[in-house]
């Protein structure tokens, strides 16, 4: 044979060779490595059903479960077994289009293959669930699959339980070793959020027989590969339900929040976030419709101001300055410090007095005088034996640092903001005061403003230490886990803080004396409960915004910390309301009804009463917010009146637009509530909105 022919033969053995290597290549990795299509093949002879288990229920102090479990059902599909599917009648039944239909099954397909089940439709009504069961004969590929949900009981304490949702492909990324699948639920707020793992539980699987047509025939082997979901633990909670829902009730058409603690414990009593919403607003097959009217509701009802947001504390602050002067040395309970209506330690007679007189402290905490605690505060900081300002502060913001201000608590929910108690370094920095750093410059932080923040379930805990002479406990929503804390996650609140050690009782003492006399004579004094000894501290708050590019005085913040009762103290209490004007006009009484609800679980007297029922009514949001709230009504107004417009035109075939009447926009007071009739038995991972999210508001700036 001639060398030419001997070649080509040799290029076609190779080439032969070669194919059939690669098709035993394929052979081999089908029948042995590839997953694909022996999950086909097994979805042929199989169904594999997920048993979602119970997720832990949620009980208060009493015992009340205040978030639990109720039935519902998703619509699952494995794509590649409904090519059969009437897809017509579905989407009629589901009030779809076809259109979203394909766009579903297209991404149902590229986040979790054609192979696997996934959900199609999730939290079924029971309307929907009943129409469905019916009909699922015409959908091949497709099955109802049994799930809990979770279901509000006293429709209060959003901020606090959290709401759960669907995981998506970032977070099974993020979460790839913990046994997330497509389809599972995840806490992504509150309590939910943060005991994830012990409330999640255990899925189960069952295992079923189908035949040729995809018909269920029985279980797979009776049963014997079958694996039992298993609920998660219920949380035993310190929250008070009736008192939550009180406080929620007396911030209504209100900014701000609420925290009460019990001293003794660190346990938080309520915690009360302003404007909320009904968590069960966030179940249910509406949810994500749900969430985003929330989320772009201008009061934010989606951020925790309990914990999220920073404020500058006003004069409750001065209880802290008048300790760490006091233990100082730079003042005494009885010295007497003159007040013509300003300070005149600066020269720049600044910060202004309310009440012109002579003080010592008691009565300066009574009537709360900044020229008395603006001395205190500049002789700490003017103290030669320490060597500089700078040491000075130093030792001051010990005292501050020891009461839990400027960082962070280590409350049990997700987002907490650690506050700002300013350091020398931060006033050394050449933007801000350099060389030229005094005690003048930041004689503002006396009095709580300036550069000093807070949340406010640190002022709370502020009063905590107070009412207990200086130790508190970190302040927490959860005491114990059903079956014993597993993953060692209440090991932080079971340990005892004390203040610095040096501070006396006598201390102490001076401070609550002057507390009492602020709510029997002083500032407070219409927020009195008669027959109960409650020390408290008034806050008021300058605060400015940008408005048409001009920065403008705004309503002042009102503050208001509490313990009651002085002889043995079972509640600590902070209340603020943005823009209500001073801590005595609306927070110190909001605070005084709480407290008497906990201490006698009512409110009695007629006065009492009228008071309960002025605040249940009164409406005090900011007026920058009421604007931002008309013109997000009169947008949306527009848009449904332009909408019905095209309709009419569309369906009538006119050319001219006919006169349609707009009616002006109703004020709305309340976050939207959720439709019955839509829900079944009834939201900065990360906090919900992000740390800016859409400010109307500048930051907050002080004054006395």
């Known amino acids: 044979m001639p060398v030419f022919n001997q070649n080509r033969s040799r290029v076609v053995q190779i080439v032969f060779a070669c194919v059939i290597l690669v098709i035993i290549g394929q052979l081999v990795n089908l029948q042995l490595f590839s997953a694909k299509y022996k999950l086909a093949a097994d979805n042929n002879a ?19 479960a205040i978030l639990e479990n109720a039935v519902s059902y998703d619509l699952i599909v494995i794509p590649a077994d409904a090519k059969g599917t009437d897809t017509l009648a579905l989407c009629n039944l589901l009030d779809i289009d076809t259109a979203t239909y394909r766009k579903r099954m297209r991404e149902i397909i590229f986040k979790n293959t054609s192979v696997k089940p996934s959900v199609f439709e999730a939290l079924l009504t029971p309307e929907m669930y009943a129409k469905l069961n019916e009909n699922m004969y015409k959908f091949p590929g497709f099955a109802l699959n049994e799930r809990s949900v979770r279901s509000y009981p006293y429709n209060a304490g959003a901020a606090v339980l959290g709401y759960i949702a669907e995981v998506d492909t970032g977070f099974l990324r993020r979460h790839k070793e913990e046994g997330y699948e497509m389809g599972d639920y995840v806490g992504r707020t509150g309590l939910e959020n943060t005991y994830e793992k012990v409330l999640m539980g255990q899925r189960g699987i069952k295992r079923y027989i189908r035949d040729n ?18 609920a998660g633990k219920n949380l035993y909670s310190s929250i008070d ?16 929040s609420i925290v009460a603690i ?10 009360v976030s302003a404007p909320t919403y009904n968590p069960n607003y966030l179940t249910g097959n509406q949810r994500r419709k749900h969430f985003s009217e929330l989320f772009l509701d201008p009061r934010l009802p989606l951020l925790n101001r309990t914990i999220a947001t920073t404020y500058s504390p006003g004069s409750t602050f001065k209880t802290v300055v008048g300790i760490a002067g006091l233990t100082e040395g730079v003042i005494n309970e009885r010295e007497m410090i003159s007040c013509p209506g300003y300070f005149t330690g600066c020269g720049t007679g600044k910060p202004k007095c309310l009440d012109k007189g002579v003080f010592n402290f008691k009565e300066a905490v ?25 040491s000075s502060l130093t030792v001051f913001n010990k005292y501050a640092y020891s009461f839990g201000l400027g960082r962070r608590l280590g409350i049990d929910l997700p987002s907490e903001k650690k506050g700002n108690i300013p350091t020398p370094q931060f006033y050394r920095n050449p933007k801000m005061y350099g060389a030229y750093f005094q ?7 006396a009095i709580g403003q300036g550069e000093v923040s807070t949340t406010l379930a640190q002022l709370a805990n502020v009063m905590a230490i107070i009412a207990n002479r200086g130790w508190y406990y970190v302040p ?35 401070v609550q004396d002057g507390m ?18 409650m020390c408290g501290k008034t806050g008021t708050v300058e605060n400015y915004a940008k408005v048409n590019g001009k920065v403008e005085k705004q309503i002042d913040h009102s503050f208001f910390g509490a313990f009651a009762p002085r002889e043995n103290p079972k509640i600590a209490i902070a209340v603020i309301c943005e823009n209500a004007g001073q801590g005595a006009w609306a927070a110190a009484p909001i605070a005084s009804l709480l407290v008497e609800k906990y201490l006698r679980d009512s409110i009695s007297g007629t006065e009492r009463k009228a008071m309960l029922e002025e605040f249940t009514k009164k409406n005090l949001i900011p007026a920058l917010m009421r604007k931002a709230i008309a013109a997000r009504d009169s947008s949306r107004q527009a848009k449904e009146s332009e909408a019905a417009k095209k309709a009419m035109r569309d369906t009538s075939n006119i050319e001219e637009e006919p006169d349609i009447d707009t009616p002006p926009p109703a004020p709305v007071n309340n976050p939207p509530k959720p439709n019955k009739d839509k829900q079944q038995h009834r939201i900065t991972t990360q906090a919900i909105l992000p740390d800016d999210p859409r400010k109307f508001l500048s930051k907050r700036t002080a004054s006395a």
């Not at 169904?47 to 208060?60: A, L």
């Not at 005690?439 to 932080?445: G, L, P, Q, V």
């Not at 803080?497 to 003492?509: C, G, L, M, P, Q």
């Open 46 to 64: 199989f169904y594999r059903k997920v048993v979602y288990p119970d997720r832990g229920i949620i009980f208060d102090r009493k015992k009340k």
């Open 213 to 230: 047509r995809g018909r269920i025939q029985g279980s797979w082997e009776n049963g014997a590969y079958d694996t039992t979901a298993i």
């Open 241 to 256: 339900v009736e008192l939550q829902k009180l406080g929620e009730t007396l911030m209504t058409n209100k900014v701000g």
């Open 262 to 271: 019990d001293p003794k414990t660190g346990g938080i009593l309520c915690m």
């Open 366 to 390: 009574a009537h709360s005088d900044n020229t008395y605690f603006s001395t205190v505060y500049k002789r700490i900081l003017d103290q030669r034996r320490y060597g500089s300002i700078d």
């Open 439 to 445: 005690s003048c410059n930041i004689i503002s932080n």
């Open 476 to 510: 927490h929503l959860i005491d114990s886990i059903e079956g014993g804390d597993e993953f060692n996650m209440l090991q932080a609140y079971k340990t005892k803080h004390h203040t610095a050690n040096h501070i006396s009782d006598s201390v102490f003492e001076a």
């Open 516 to 533: 009492q006399a602020v709510v029997e004579y002083g500032t407070a004094v219409r927020s009195r409960i008669p027959g109960i000894n």
